[in-house]
Nanobody, 125 residues
């Protein structure tokens, strides 16, 4: 059984920074691509960023490109999301997710089988 636990959310002013962490257990972590998703109230869940198993390939949605950075430390079974220049529209619950199969490289939430409980990020204007 895979367990993902996020941490690092909170309240921050616009222009500020937060670093989210997602600690994984229960699977050979380095074989699987990971994603960060978010869901704002009344909106659908959307992907924010993804990273491949060894961390040398990343992808970002246009809304966060240049402000957010995804990374991973396979020795610690942890993936990170560094969020800079935060905006009020970044306010959401953020989730990390682990892909269904090794090698899956996807923006779709349905291609990720394991999810964390979520961490709230609130950006005040």
């Amino acid at each position: 059984q895979v367990t993902l636990v996020e941490s690092g959310g909170g309240l921050v002013q616009a222009g500020g920074s937060l670093r989210l962490s997602c600690a994984a257990s229960g699977r050979t972590f380095s074989r699987y691509n990971m994603g960060w998703f978010r869901q704002a109230p009344g909106k659908e869940r959307e992907i924010v960023a993804r990273i491949n198993g060894n961390g040398d390939n990343t992808a970002y949605e246009d809304s966060v490109k240049g402000r957010f950075t995804i990374s991973r430390d396979n020795a610690k079974n942890t993936v990170y999301l560094q969020m800079n220049s935060l905006k009020p529209e970044d306010t959401a619950v953020y989730f990390c997710a682990l892909a269904r199969y090794a090698g899956v490289w996807s923006r779709r939430g349905s291609d990720y089988d394991y999810w964390g409980q979520g961490t709230q990020v609130t950006v005040s204007s």
